[in-house]
């Protein structure tokens, strides 16, 4: 599966965003799916994975409440729908998947085989 990841750009603190990322290739649905981050000089992050198949949804504690993930099968596409941003939230986002992780590999980013090239988030204060 190929990903493309959209969305991304420069808001002020307390605005929200929706980033988009586009699959290609069949049977979707059977796909966990994930947003993860790297801001400058940081490791990449897990945010949020939405779990093939039941479809449940998994939260970084620093983005519960603010951030949503969702995933429509028939649109090969999977959102995140990022509110109440904060400067800290500045990175680059990547979207992920994979057809085979465990729950318990969820938030790790060596279980995801698939990844979009980034789409650039910028928060100012």
């Known amino acids: 599966v190929q990903l493309q990841a959209s969305g991304g750009g420069l808001v002020q603190a307390g605005a929200s965003l929706r980033l988009s990322c586009a699959a290609s290739g069949p049977t979707f649905r059977r796909y966990t799916v994930g947003w993860f981050r790297q801001a400058p000089g940081k490791e990449r992050e897990f945010v949020a994975s939405a779990l093939r198949n039941s479809g449940s949804t998994y939260y970084a504690d620093f983005v519960k409440g603010r951030f949503t993930i969702s995933k429509d099968n028939a649109k090969n596409a999977v959102y995140l729908q990022m509110n109440s941003l904060k400067p800290e939230d500045t990175a680059v986002y990547y979207c992920?998947?994979?057809?085979?992780?465990?729950?318990?590999?969820?938030?790790?980013?060596?279980?995801?085989?698939?990844w979009g090239q980034g789409t650039l988030v910028t928060v100012s204060s």
């Open positions: 992920a998947g994979s057809g085979s992780l465990i729950v318990s590999s969820i938030r790790d980013a060596r279980a995801y085989n698939y």
